[in-house]
């Protein structure tokens, strides 16, 4: 799964097909087989209901992920194996399984499938377009609309924070007001909260004559982005939020530079 997102085959707004097959005999018909197949534990059940919550859970845990997907239960096979609670994905013309009730012999976790799929997303590369402005005059103000002009020859780094894997809407704002760096780096990191840096360089922008910059990030984690605008150093943090990379496959962030 990881590698279909690290080859940009799959992405959190894809329109991707899920398949569900899973077992459908009933009680009645059960007792009927357990004599031929005593030692199948699925002849031995009582809850006839238990594979259609599965495949609920399963099937709202996807859309969460995949809010484009299409979900169909039981709809290759004319009925499936007893026991079967099979889970497939198909995007582009490939198809992964991802789960397999008959080759596990057991059921899945719930919680370890919506992880499982959370950390490979996590690996979507997102087109990031920032765009640096004056903040506006007022004080504490962050309205785009009295923002004042774009902030071209900017020295920008970009780094990863660890400790968190944040999708935190305080950090997901579309506008981001920066702040006077007058401390260290790692002053600034243990005051708010997180552990560090990742230990790869950081990405290194210059905004253009328009006050624009652009890179591709990971989808998910919390960044630290520093500005060098007339040799002071300003800065403020900024993520992407899973809610809009279902939407669209890029985002944008608007930095409101104080003025120096």
């Known amino acids: 799964l990881r590698e279909l997102v690290e080859r940009g085959a799959l992405k959190r707004s894809s329109e991707v097909t899920i398949e569900i097959l899973h077992c459908t005999w009933q009680r009645s018909e059960r007792d009927r087989l357990r004599e031929d197949r005593q030692k199948n534990i699925s002849l031995h059940r009582d809850d006839d209901c238990k594979y259609l919550r599965y495949r609920d859970e399963t099937t709202a845990i996807f859309l969460e992920a995949l809010p484009n997907a299409h979900v169909v239960s039981n709809h290759s096979l004319p009925r499936p194996p007893i026991g079967a609670f099979e889970i497939s994905l198909r995007v582009h013309g490939q198809e992964l399984l991802i789960f397999s009730k008959l080759a596990a012999?057991?059921?899945?976790?719930?919680?370890?499938?919506?992880?499982?799929?959370?950390?490979?997303?996590?690996?979507?590369?997102?087109?990031?377009?920032?765009?640096?402005?004056?903040?506006?005059?007022?004080?504490?103000?962050?309205?785009?609309?009295?923002?004042?002009?774009?902030?071209?020859?900017?020295?920008?780094?970009?780094?990863?924070?660890?400790?968190?894997?944040?999708?935190?809407?305080?950090?997901?704002?579309?506008?981001?007001?920066?702040?006077?760096?007058?401390?260290?780096?790692?002053?600034?990191?243990?005051?708010?909260?997180?552990?560090?840096?990742?230990?790869?360089?950081?990405?290194?922008?210059?905004?253009?004559?328009?006050?624009?910059?652009?890179?591709?990030?990971?989808?998910?984690?919390?960044?630290?982005?520093?500005?060098?605008?007339?040799?002071e150093k300003v800065w403020g943090f900024t993520a992407v939020d899973k809610s809009e990379l279902g939407a669209q496959d890029w985002a944008k962030r608007t930095f409101l530079v104080p003025h120096v």
């Open 105 to 231: 012999l057991r059921w899945p976790s719930l919680e370890a499938l919506h992880r499982h799929l959370e950390a490979a997303l996590a690996y979507q590369a997102v087109p990031f377009s920032l765009l640096f402005l004056h903040q506006p005059s007022g004080p504490g103000s962050s309205n785009l609309s009295e923002a004042g002009g774009r902030v071209e020859g900017v020295e920008v780094e970009l780094r990863l924070v660890e400790g968190e894997a944040l999708s935190d809407k305080e950090f997901c704002h579309p506008s981001v007001a920066m702040h006077p760096l007058k401390e260290t780096v790692g002053h600034l990191l243990t005051r708010n909260g997180f552990e560090g840096l990742a230990s790869f360089e950081p990405l290194a922008l210059r905004t253009d004559g328009q006050g624009w910059a652009e890179t591709s990030l990971r989808a998910k984690g919390l960044y630290l982005v520093t500005a060098t605008v007339q040799g």
